[in-house]
């Protein structure tokens, strides 16, 4: 797995807990899906992803996005 695969599959699982918390706990848990959304979007743009950095660290090798 690279970093980019690793970086999709984080913000789909964050999305569909924070989905389910927002249906069963609290519309609040919305927001956070806003801000993995709006950090999905900076990335596309700059190249940026805190994400890609710390996963970097823990030895995965990039793939074509965060190079």
């Not at 899906?33 to 990039?62: D, E, R």
Request: hydrophobic share 60%; proline share 4%; charged share 10%.
């Amino acid at each position: 797995m690279n970093i980019d695969r690793a970086v999709m599959a984080f913000a789909g699982a964050v999305v569909l807990i924070s989905a389910l918390l927002a249906w069963q706990v609290s519309p609040a848990w919305l927001l956070l899906t806003g801000f993995v959304g709006l950090n999905l979007f900076q990335a596309s743009f700059t190249g940026f992803c805190p994400l890609a950095k710390i996963l970097a660290k823990f030895g995965l090798k990039p793939g074509n996005a965060f190079k």
